[in-house]
């Protein structure tokens, strides 16, 4: 079970508040990732619940119980730290054991569970080596494994991936998700990198400065982000956010089109520009676009083989059912 | 220095210093060894550099072994080894160096971490607490036996009347007990400084994992902090150990060797001064670097391998 309620909950750093009262239900099994960018109040949200920092007002309830006063040994959640914070002096097993041996857990079980994670995560080569001893990609491993031997109600990431090189990253991505499939139990995972919440989340939780700006599947924010500050902040690459008299003639403030979502054409279209820099990437070309009146550059995800060079002049065309529409407060008219 | 040449360029580069470390050290020490065979007496007109006082002449004098002195063979080892001293002296030494370091490493841990805490005043605490290392030991050896010590005037026996209780002799009812407070004293502000600069450095994510983790205060002490400190602790009593060994000042200022106080540097003093024979005091010397190595080696063994990692 790993059923988490946060009710009005609020952190003062003493006159600073960092987060604003604020509700959030998280389901049993649900892998949820807060996403916002940098300083938004991600990892303290993180911390409030693994109680690691006190909260200043509110009530956090887990699986239906206040939780709120109680000490994070106590909550039965299992956080893996960016540092990933292993313990220098121990070696990979005797890192994976602490919880166990902290609980004065039956030495066999001790050794099964061991058994099993090392399994699990590929580590079983490594048990008796140190941390130090051990590339980035295998510490994050044994972070994890010492997270999946306590069989905690729910598991907390601080951004367990930042350390990591690309190609790793996707590996580990997509191993945390696997994991998650196995176990189904609850994950928290907190990220800058929008892939990493679209790929892995069921529910994405979109903060910015310690408010909560939507929540909702992947594709929900992909598809209605609630304002502006989704929209531009979801999808990638970005969102071309258009004001002034083209946003007019659709009755708003600010008109959307994602880069995927507009047709290219040297001849004729709704607007025209000049290609600035295009890039390729093979698959897609992804053609910033200078002169369009009210969006400047306008990003352009066109095919593969489209054939554009510095210089050229170019016509786009929004696709109508794909624009997104927003209010002077940034807000979506639906 | 990874390559065969920096590696060479390195060697020539460090050759001088190298040299001049030899000559710094090998000299004197060389004096000792040779003289502690010898029969030197200057009172009773034994001389070194009889062919004149140039250094030219103390040195040929000096390589060809002192010709003007007689060879005694290990006269003057058995002689200083003999009296009962010497064992009572070599444990004396050993006890003061064990409790010190015992006393400053523990209460170092503890005084570090206090100040690892955030507090009011943080700053001013720290310099407070450092000062003891800037007062001179011959100093705080005379504060602490006149105005702490005292059997009456000082501090402690005010402190006891006060109470009721009759005042302690402490310079000679617990003798090594004091010399022990005392120069722990000094050394504390050491030990507290550089184990709370290693505390500075403990992971805070580690802690808070190990919290996580169910371990409480005193678990997350002893597997998380401490191993971490172990480097430091390890620096701490080698170095307080190299100078514990040649304590002085605070024996001669307190309880001037008795009371079962008398280290072997102080049995060397004083077998020195009555004698007034250098061959003997040589010996003595010689037995002093000998147990030196013997910590040393000891030492090493036990807490070294902290220092590999
Ligand atoms: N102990 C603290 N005292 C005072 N302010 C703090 C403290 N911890 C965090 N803050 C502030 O709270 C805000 C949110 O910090 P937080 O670490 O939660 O950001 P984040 O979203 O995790 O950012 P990042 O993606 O860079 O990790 C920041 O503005 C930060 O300066
Ligand atoms: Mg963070």
């Known amino acids: 079970m790993g059923r988490i309620t946060l009710q009005k909950v609020q952190k003062k750093f003493g006159d600073v508040e960092v987060i604003p009262p604020l509700d959030l239900e998280i389901n049993d099994g649900e892998f949820v990732v807060f996403v916002g960018p940098s300083g938004c109040g991600k990892s303290t949200l993180l911390r409030l619940i693994a109680g690691l920092e006190d909260v200043t007002d509110g009530q956090i309830d887990i699986d239906g119980e206040d939780a709120t006063m109680v000490p994070p040994a106590k909550r039965k959640l299992a956080m893996v730290f960016q540092s990933y914070a292993l313990y220098p002096h121990m070696t990979v097993r005797k890192n994976i054991a602490f919880p166990m041996r902290m609980a004065k857990m039956d030495p066999a079980e001790q050794n099964r569970r061991i058994e099993n994670a090392a399994a699990a995560l590929n580590l079983t080569d490594y048990l008796d080596r140190r941390p130090g001893q051990l590339s980035g990609g295998q510490r994050q491993r044994v972070a994890i494994g010492r997270a999946i031997v306590r069989e905690p109600a729910a598991f907390l990431f601080d951004e367990p991936l930042s350390n990591l090189d690309a190609a790793l990253r996707v590996g580990m991505r997509m191993e945390i998700s696997e994991l998650h499939k196995k176990l189904d139990t609850t994950m928290i995972y907190v990220t800058h990198d929008q892939v990493e919440a679209m790929t892995m989340a069921d529910k994405i939780v979109v903060l910015r400065a310690g408010h909560i700006e939507q929540v909702g599947s992947p594709l929900e924010l992909y598809r209605t982000p609630r304002n502006t500050f989704v929209a531009g902040f979801i999808g990638s690459p970005k969102m071309n956010l258009i004001e002034g008299a083209a946003a007019a003639e659709h009755n708003a403030q600010t008109i959307g089109i ?66 997104h529409r927003f209010d002077t407060q940034g807000l979506r008219i639906a | 220095m990874a390559t065969q040449s920096s590696r060479s360029a390195a060697r020539i580069m460090m050759a001088p210093a190298v040299f001049l470390l030899l000559v710094w050290m090998l000299v004197p020490l060389s004096l000792t060894l040779i003289l502690s065979f010898k029969r030197f007496l200057p009172l009773r007109g034994d001389r070194i550099g009889e062919r004149g006082d140039g250094f030219g002449d103390f040195l040929l004098d000096y390589i060809t072994g ?12 058995s002689a200083f080894a003999s009296s009962g001293a010497f064992t009572d002296a070599v444990i004396t030494t050993l006890v003061i160096v064990g409790g010190v370091l015992a006393v400053s490493v523990i209460f170092g841990i503890l005084l570090a971490m206090l100040l690892d805490q955030p507090m009011w005043g943080q700053g001013v605490v720290r310099i407070l607490v450092i000062a003891p290392f800037f007062v001179m030991p011959t100093v705080s050896a ?55 600069t290693a505390f500075q450095s403990l992971d805070s994510e580690q802690l808070e994992a190990a919290e996580m983790d169910g371990a409480g205060p005193l678990a997350r002490f002893f597997f998380i902090a401490l191993p971490h400190l172990s480097r430091a602790i390890t620096i701490v009593i080698l170095i307080q150990t190299i100078f514990l060994l040649a304590v002085f000042a605070e024996i001669f200022v307190t309880t001037g060797g008795a009371f079962g106080t008398r280290t072997l540097t102080y049995l060397i003093y004083q077998r020195v001064l009555e004698s007034q024979n250098i061959g003997l005091g040589s010996a003595g010397g010689v037995y002093a670097i000998i147990l030196a190595n013997i910590v040393a080696i000891f030492l090493m063994r036990i807490v070294g391998k902290n220092l590999d990692r």
């Not at chain 1, 025209?272 to 009146?293: C, N, R």
């Not at chain 1, 400047?296 to 095919?303: E, I, S």
């Not at chain 2, 002192?66 to 080892?77: H, S």
Request: aromatic residues 12%; contains cysteine.
């Open chain 1, 258 to 323: 994602r880069p995927e979502h507009l047709d290219v054409s040297t001849t004729a279209g709704q607007w025209q520009g000049t290609v600035g820099v295009a890039e390729h990437l093979g698959s897609d070309t992804f053609i910033h676009v200078h002169g369009v009146a009210g969006c400047d550059p306008m990003t352009v995800r066109a095919g593969g083989d489209v054939d554009v060079k510095h210089g050229d002049t170019i016509y786009l065309t929004p696709q109508a059912e794909h624009l």
């Open chain 2, 66 to 77: 002192f010709p003007t002195l007689d060879w005694v063979g290990f006269q003057n080892f």
């Open chain 2, 142 to 196: 005379l504060v602490w036996k006149n105005m702490f010590m005292d059997p009456t005037n000082g501090l402690f026996a005010h402190l006891w009347r006060a109470f009721g209780a009759d005042p302690v002799v402490w310079l000679s009812d617990v003798p090594m007990f004091s010399l022990i407070l005392i120069i722990s004293w000094q050394w504390l502000p050491f030990a507290t400084l550089i184990l709370l």
